[in-house]
């Protein structure tokens, strides 16, 4: 098994260009994140699905969009870079939990992305 | 909105010295996580906690979760340079869809 893989693994952009991040996971997960990180602030949140055809936004979703058309891929899409989006990104996928524990997230090897 | 502060930001430790960091959310947590990630790497889940008091050791690693359930530790025995990497704690957030909050991280450095 691959686990998660993610696409490209580096990537300069011009402010204003677009691009699209894809993710995929081959362990039949549910669940599946996007996640920034940013020196000192922790991985946080931008969007996530809970299942094929649904996506939902996080704590930091504005100038993101996304798109999970199967199961197994999940996309992250920028319509307009800026600067600020300066980042890595890493994609993460998990099973369906249960009771009061919550289960792990498998993460992805990450994109970096710079825009100048 | 919910958080989760870990301290410190940042230790710097010569090889064999012993290193915790801590873990404090500002709501009641069902359960915590803690990740490690390499420099350079992903996050990699290492344990979960769900007890109130609970405590569980991975060889040199001992995880604690706090009485309250709004606090938890990590403590590592005689550092090797293989511990270094960034520490993460991660709470789940209210609501569907596995989601979880996680702590800035503390970042381990073990001078050999």
């Known amino acids: 098994n691959a686990g998660v893989t993610q696409t490209p693994k580096f990537r300069v952009l011009k402010t204003g260009q677009s691009m699209t991040l894809l993710c995929a996971q081959d362990?039949?997960?549910?669940?599946m994140y996007w996640y920034r990180q940013d020196p000192g602030m922790g991985l946080r949140l931008i969007h996530y699905s809970v299942g094929e055809g649904t996506t939902a936004k996080g704590e930091v979703p504005d100038g993101y969009n996304v798109s999970r058309l199967k199961k197994q891929n999940f996309l992250l899409g920028l319509e307009s870079a800026a600067p600020s989006q300066t980042s890595v990104y890493f994609c993460?996928?998990?099973?369906?939990?249960?009771?009061?524990?919550?289960?792990?997230?498998?993460f992805g090897p990450g994109t970096r992305l710079t825009v100048t | 909105g919910q958080q989760v502060m870990q301290i410190p930001q940042y230790q710097h430790v010569q090889e064999g010295e012993d290193f915790t960091t801590y873990c404090n959310s500002s709501t009641t947590l069902s359960n915590i996580q803690w990740y490690k990630q390499r420099p350079g790497g992903h996050p990699v889940f290492l344990i979960q906690l769900v007890k109130s008091g609970e405590v569980k050791k991975q060889k040199r690693l001992t995880f604690q979760f706090g009485e309250a359930k709004k606090n938890s530790s990590l403590h590592i025995t005689a550092t090797q340079t293989t511990d270094v990497g960034t520490y993460f704690c991660a709470g789940p957030t209210k609501g569907y869809g596995n989601k979880l909050v996680f702590g800035a991280g503390t970042i381990l450095r073990v001078k050999s």
């Open positions: 993460a996928s998990s099973y369906f939990p249960t009771g009061a524990e919550s289960d792990e997230q498998y």
């Open positions: 362990m039949n997960h549910e669940y």
